[in-house]
Structures are given as structure tokens and as C-alpha cells.
């Protein structure tokens, strides 16, 4: 496909495309890989935002924040706090949906990742417990918030241009592409992390070091505000605007008739959304608990096991193209099963942690890697926007926004069997999920329409 930008994109006001006019943007053609691009860079920023929180949520916050409690019971108040993301998610995706239809695409973008990069760059500038009290939890819970609400206005629609566009034998490859950002941005965020860790000692990493990876969130942000504005201007995004194959429908009216679809739609992904936490989160605070552990080593193997997740996600797109998306994702739930019985003995070995790293991002690359095009694909053109953004929203809801909360609390009583538990449940559910909805099964095959 041939993407030429255009200043009449229905998305984009009239201020918005005087600035592409300025910009020289209605000039520019824009190739396929420059939308696979402009995709990547978009959900890389969105993961590197939300990794550095959760890395931080239990290096940082336990005793920054809430040091008046017991290192157990921290813990679990920094992990609750870190779940009011994912509640407050829909809400913004129900509120700059409203932004979109009014304002347009450009300006629900421009305020959605400013307030995501300013909510992430504001929690380097907040004091500790020890200077303002309880107004530090109360400034950590609202900046969260932030986060949570501002990634719900940051769905642009981008993902579902290349799936639009995927010819019919591609679009396991195409629907994979989204999904690299998770791995690149987690990468980023491990690794800057672990060079403070490696170079610090602790007292000023929990003074000023762990700061910095909040302030780059902002430009990083900034930088991907910009690579997706280019591309909604792009004439292939205003037409299919316009069919309202990407505009954004009253989600009540969006609801009313597809409320089954968007319940059994987050439920289809569940394996891996729960996978996602618990192989780059839960482990971090593991292997904390030895005294005798490097974190900062640890994250470099989680590293690692990011790059192994790119290679998975690569590789998801050919074999969903030979075997179909639906038994792709069936077979990788059987496969967080197996991962799920054998974790508590990983777990329970030495050097057990890495083996269990190392397997979780390689299975998550496969399964994670055609979630996005298994939500997309549940709904017709006129409500695939609006479905596929509030149909993620609940998914990474239920499946991973409570998962370090649940495993970490569940350690205290059952051990690592409790992430035994937790991955097998999430893989029923997504089993579960397939066999309800025959329509939606027969959808992820290669043939049908993303």
C-alpha cells in the first residue's frame, strides 16, 4: 500500500493541518514501513512509561513512599497502587473518544501523551514520605492515575490501519507488528534501571538515580507524539476514517449490540496479558528477597529475555499465517500451562529464575504477539475502533493489572504455586474464551478479515 499524506484527513481539525502544511507533511509519502514504524514507536513509549512504574513499584516506592510499613505489607500497598492504572484505563478510553469525535485525532493524541508522559515525568519529582507524609501516597496515586487514563486516549488507531491493509496471506506478520513495542519499551526501562542499580549505591539510587528514568519518559513521549501525528494525516487513515472503519462509535451504542463480543473478546488474549507481569514484574521482587542477589544483573537477563520476546513475536506472525491465529494462541495457552506447573520447581532451584525468564518471554513473544489482531478481529469496520480499544482495556484489566498484586500476596500462603495457579487460570480462561464463541474462532483464521 502507497501511504500519501494529505491535508484533508477527516481526523485532523484544520489547526492540525495547517501544521502538517508547515511542516512540509502533506509533501510526504509515507510507505508501509514508516506506519510499521510510527506503530512500534508509539507502543514502545506507552510500555516504557508503564515498565518503568512497575520496576519502580518494587525498587522505589516500598521504601520511598510507604516506609512507615513492613517490607511485606509495602510491597503489596506500592502493587495496589500500581492496579489503579488499569481501572482507570477505560475511562479514558470511554473520555477522549468523546475528545476524538469533537476535536479530532491529532488534539485527543496530543493531550493523551502529554498526560502520559507528564503524569510519568511528574513521579520524579515527588517528595519522599519522609518530608511530606501522607501527601506523597496521595501525589503517587494521582499521577498513576494518569498514566492509566491518558493510555486509554493514546489507542490511535494505527495497529488496525496495517491490519486493514494486510494482504490475506500476511496477516499474522502485520498483526504481530504492534506488539513489538511491549518488549522494546521493557528493555529500555530494564536496562536503564540496571545501569543505575550497577553504578549507584543505594542510597543515592533511592535519593536522585531511580528519578531519571521518570524524566525520560516525557521525551520519549514527545518523540512519539510527533512519528504518529505524521501518520493519521496519511490519505489511507482519512479514508478509512471516513468508511468509519477507524472512527471512534458512542460506546453505548458500540456495546448494545457487541457487549458479548467485547466480554469473550477479553477473555480470548487472558493467558497472555497474565503471562506479561508475571515474567517481567513478579520476578524482579523474587529475586529481591534473596539479600545475596544482584537486581541490576537480574534486569540485564530479563533483558535479555526481551529480545527473546521480539524473536517470539517475529516468529508468531509466520506460524500464525500457516496454522491460523486461533490455534496459535490455543497452543500457547497449553503452553503457559506446562510453563505454570513447572514454576514453582524453577523457582525453587538455583539459577531457576533465569530458565523461568527466559521461557516465559520466549512462550509470551508467540502468545503476546497475536493478541492485538485477536481483539481487532471480533468486530465489524463501524465499531472495530471502538470495540478493539475497550475490549484491550478489559483484558489487561483483569488478566495483568492485578496479577503482581495477586502472585506477591498469594507467595505469602502458598508459595510459587500461586503463580502456578494464576497462569493455568488465565490459560482456562482464554481456552474457555475459544470454545464459547464459534464466530469469533472462525475469524481467526488466516482467511478471514482481521
Same mark, same amino acid.
Given at each position: 500500500?502507497?501511504?500519501?499524506?494529505?491535508?484533508?484527513?477527516?481526523?485532523?481539525?484544520?489547526?492540525?493541518?495547517?501544521?502538517?502544511?508547515?511542516?512540509?507533511?502533506?509533501?510526504?509519502?509515507?510507505?508501509?514501513?514508516?506506519?510499521?514504524?510510527?506503530?512500534?514507536?508509539?507502543?514502545s513509549s506507552e510500555a516504557?512509561?508503564?515498565?518503568?512504574?512497575?520496576?519502580?513499584?518494587?525498587?522505589?516506592?516500598?521504601?520511598?513512599?510507604?516506609?512507615?510499613?513492613?517490607?511485606?505489607?509495602?510491597?503489596?500497598?506500592?502493587?495496589?497502587?500500581?492496579?489503579?492504572?488499569?481501572?482507570?484505563?477505560?475511562?479514558?478510553?470511554?473520555?477522549?473518544?468523546?475528545?476524538?469525535?469533537?476535536?479530532?485525532?491529532?488534539?485527543?493524541?496530543?493531550?493523551?501523551?502529554?498526560?502520559?508522559?507528564g503524569s510519568t515525568a511528574?513521579?520524579?519529582?515527588?517528595?519522599?514520605?519522609?518530608?511530606?507524609?501522607?501527601?506523597?501516597?496521595?501525589?503517587?496515586?494521582?499521577?498513576?492515575?494518569?498514566?492509566?487514563?491518558?493510555?486509554?486516549?493514546?489507542?490511535?488507531?494505527?495497529?488496525?490501519?496495517?491490519?486493514?491493509?494486510?494482504?490475506?496471506?500476511?496477516?499474522?506478520?502485520?498483526?504481530?507488528?504492534?506488539?513489538?513495542?511491549?518488549?522494546?519499551?521493557?528493555?529500555?526501562?530494564?536496562?536503564?534501571?540496571?545501569?543505575?542499580?550497577?553504578?549507584?549505591?543505594?542510597?543515592?539510587?533511592?535519593?536522585?538515580?531511580?528519578?531519571?528514568?521518570?524524566?525520560?519518559?516525557?521525551?520519549?513521549?514527545?518523540?512519539?507524539?510527533?512519528?504518529?501525528?505524521?501518520?493519521?494525516?496519511?490519505?489511507?487513515?482519512?479514508?478509512?476514517?471516513?468508511?468509519?472503519?477507524?472512527?471512534?462509535?458512542?460506546?453505548?451504542?458500540?456495546?448494545?449490540?457487541?457487549?458479548?463480543?467485547?466480554?469473550?473478546?477479553?477473555?480470548?488474549?487472558?493467558?497472555?496479558?497474565?503471562?506479561?507481569?508475571?515474567?517481567?514484574?513478579?520476578?524482579?521482587?523474587? &529475586? @529481591?528477597?534473596?539479600?545475596?542477589?544482584? #537486581?541490576?544483573? !537480574? /534486569? =540485564?537477563?530479563?533483558?535479555? %529475555?526481551?529480545? +527473546?520476546? *521480539?524473536?517470539?513475536?517475529?516468529?508468531?506472525?509466520?506460524?500464525?499465517?500457516?496454522?491460523?491465529?486461533?490455534?496459535?494462541?490455543?497452543?500457547?495457552? &497449553? @503452553?503457559?500451562?506446562?510453563?505454570?506447573? #513447572?514454576?514453582? !520447581? /524453577? =523457582?525453587?532451584?538455583?539459577? %531457576?529464575?533465569? +530458565?523461568? *525468564?527466559?521461557?516465559?518471554?520466549?512462550?509470551?513473544?508467540?502468545?503476546?504477539g497475536q493478541a492485538g489482531?485477536?481483539?481487532?478481529?471480533?468486530?465489524?469496520?463501524?465499531?472495530?475502533?471502538?470495540?478493539?480499544?475497550?475490549?484491550?482495556? =478489559?483484558?489487561?484489566?483483569? %488478566?495483568?493489572?492485578?496479577?503482581?498484586?495477586?502472585?506477591?500476596?498469594?507467595?505469602?500462603?502458598?508459595?510459587?504455586?500461586?503463580?502456578?495457579?494464576?497462569?493455568?487460570?488465565?490459560?482456562?480462561?482464554?481456552?474457555?474464551?475459544?470454545?464459547?464463541?464459534?464466530?469469533?474462532?472462525?475469524?481467526?483464521?488466516?482467511?478471514?478479515?482481521?
Amino acid at each position: 500500500m502507497a501511504l500519501v499524506s494529505t491535508p484533508g484527513a477527516a481526523s485532523s481539525t484544520g489547526l492540525e493541518r495547517d501544521a502538517l502544511r508547515a511542516t512540509g507533511g502533506q509533501h510526504n509519502a509515507i510507505a508501509p514501513a514508516d506506519v510499521a514504524i510510527g506503530v512500534i514507536i508509539g507502543r514502545s513509549s506507552e510500555a516504557f512509561s508503564f515498565f518503568v512504574y512497575g520496576i519502580a513499584s518494587v525498587l522505589v516506592f516500598p521504601q520511598v513512599v510507604f516506609p512507615f510499613a513492613a517490607p511485606k505489607v509495602a510491597i503489596l500497598y506500592s502493587f495496589a497502587v500500581f492496579s489503579l492504572s488499569f481501572l482507570a484505563r477505560p475511562l479514558g478510553s470511554v473520555t477522549f473518544m468523546w475528545v476524538d469525535r469533537h476535536f479530532g485525532r491529532g488534539t485527543k493524541l496530543t493531550v493523551a501523551l502529554i498526560l502520559l508522559g507528564g503524569s510519568t515525568a511528574s513521579i520524579a519529582f515527588l517528595p519522599p514520605y519522609s518530608a511530606i507524609g501522607y501527601l506523597s501516597i496521595l501525589g503517587l496515586i494521582l499521577f498513576r492515575c494518569g498514566q492509566g487514563f491518558a493510555l486509554g486516549g493514546a489507542w490511535d488507531g494505527l495497529a488496525s490501519l496495517l491490519a486493514l491493509n494486510a494482504p490475506p496471506s500476511k496477516r499474522g506478520r502485520f498483526a504481530m507488528i504492534p506488539q513489538l513495542g511491549a518488549p522494546i519499551g521493557f528493555m529500555i526501562a530494564a536496562g536503564l534501571f540496571s545501569y543505575f542499580l550497577l553504578n549507584l549505591d543505594e542510597a543515592d539510587f533511592l535519593d536522585w538515580g531511580w528519578r531519571y528514568m521518570f524524566f525520560v519518559a516525557f521525551v520519549i513521549n514527545v518523540v512519539a507524539l510527533f512519528a504518529r501525528l505524521r501518520l493519521i494525516a496519511t490519505r489511507e487513515f482519512a479514508e478509512l476514517y471516513e468508511s468509519r472503519a477507524l472512527q471512534p462509535t458512542p460506546v453505548i451504542a458500540m456495546l448494545r449490540t457487541n457487549w458479548r463480543t467485547v466480554l469473550i473478546g477479553a477473555f480470548v488474549p487472558l493467558s497472555s496479558y497474565a503471562l506479561y507481569h508475571l515474567v517481567s514484574i513478579y520476578p524482579v521482587w523474587y &529475586v @529481591g528477597l534473596d539479600p545475596h542477589r544482584s #537486581i541490576g544483573g !537480574f /534486569l =540485564l537477563i530479563q533483558c535479555v %529475555g526481551a529480545v +527473546v520476546q *521480539v524473536i517470539g513475536t517475529i516468529a508468531s506472525g509466520e506460524i500464525a499465517d500457516g496454522i491460523g491465529r486461533r490455534n496459535l494462541i490455543g497452543t500457547c495457552a &497449553v @503452553g503457559i500451562v506446562v510453563l505454570g506447573l #513447572i514454576t514453582p !520447581f /524453577l =523457582l525453587g532451584s538455583e539459577g %531457576g529464575e533465569t +530458565v523461568f *525468564v527466559l521461557l516465559g518471554f520466549g512462550l509470551l513473544g508467540l502468545a503476546f504477539g497475536q493478541a492485538g489482531g485477536a481483539v481487532a478481529s471480533n468486530f465489524s469496520g463501524a465499531d472495530r475502533y471502538t470495540g478493539s480499544a475497550l475490549t484491550t482495556d =478489559l483484558a489487561w484489566m483483569i %488478566g495483568a493489572g492485578f496479577a503482581p498484586l495477586v502472585a506477591i500476596g498469594a507467595y505469602e500462603v502458598a508459595g510459587s504455586w500461586a503463580v502456578c495457579a494464576y497462569l493455568i487460570s488465565g490459560a482456562a480462561c482464554t481456552g474457555a474464551a475459544l470454545a464459547l464463541n464459534k464466530r469469533l474462532a472462525h475469524q481467526f483464521e488466516p482467511a478471514a478479515t482481521p
